[in-house]
């Protein structure tokens, strides 16, 4: 039977594998940038504050494939999984120890190519190249980087600049638990979203974390038909994120 269990070290292959399995279509047509994503969206939450990380496992041991990235050896599959952290601003204090641990590790420089520069934040997508409105746009890698070894842009600030920049830092000083939610296709629609989320509140509350008013999330402008199941389990929406093309919403606890 399917189970919400607390993140150990031996899920981190599985989980950088839902990561890049449920990412938007954009990010999943560039195998550069794909790469990159578990390291921009999970292992740092997992590394730093597993203690509010959770994943849901099937239950079952049947798949005798060893080499599936979602095989923890134990009780099943890793199917799923919440993330997150109590507090993004110590969360983003204990950020050089991911850095050093992680992104410098022989496969996280292979991954995740350190930028030459942080001092100023590129564009998250390159010049487009095309004339005509259909031009896709492509995913500038470098940038990305940069979110990877910054947690200042990846968790505190919005774009640089105007009001945006201010209602980010403006959410995150109020709403400063953080969390993400992946999770497998042909597991969505069964309730496991609502449970982990509650895992994850139930972990916050219980953390001594300075949680402030409570936990905020940001939702990819290509996936915003899950506003609403957001808003079914107490999230509703912060005007900002909309400037960067995404949703921000909070929930207070």
Not at 65 to 70: F, R
């Amino acid at each position: 039977m399917p189970f919400i269990r607390p993140f150990e070290p031996r899920d981190t292959e599985a989980c950088m594998h839902i990561c890049r399995a449920t990412q938007s279509p954009t990010v999943a047509a560039d195998p550069v940038t794909a790469r990159m994503s578990p390291y921009i969206w999970c292992v740092q939450f997992t590394h730093l504050s597993a203690q509010t990380c959770f994943v849901l496992v099937d239950g079952t041991d049947t798949n005798t494939d060893s080499s599936s990235p979602s095989k923890d050896g134990k009780d099943g599959k890793v199917v799923g999984y919440v993330i997150g952290t109590p507090d993004v601003h110590a969360f983003a204090a204990s950020y050089p120890r991911y850095i050093n641990e992680v992104l410098q590790s022989p496969q996280g420089l292979i991954d995740v190519p350190p930028p030459k520069q942080l001092d100023t934040l590129e564009s998250w997508f390159l010049p487009s190249s095309g004339k005509t409105r259909e031009a896709v746009q492509r995913l500038n890698p470098v940038s990305r980087a940069q979110h990877a070894y910054n947690p200042q842009w990846l968790v505190l600030s919005g774009p640089e600049g105007g009001p945006a920049e201010a209602r980010k830092k403006a959410m995150v000083e109020t709403w400063r638990a953080m969390l993400h939610i992946d999770l497998l296709e042909g597991w969505q629609g069964k309730g496991w979203g609502r449970r982990r989320i509650e895992r994850f509140v139930e972990a916050v509350r219980t953390s001594g974390a300075d949680y402030g008013g409570g936990v905020h999330l940001g939702v990819a402008g290509e996936n915003k038909k899950v506003v609403k199941f957001y808003e079914k389990v107490g999230f509703r929406v912060f005007e900002g994120g909309e400037v960067e093309g995404n949703v921000w919403m909070v929930r207070d606890l």
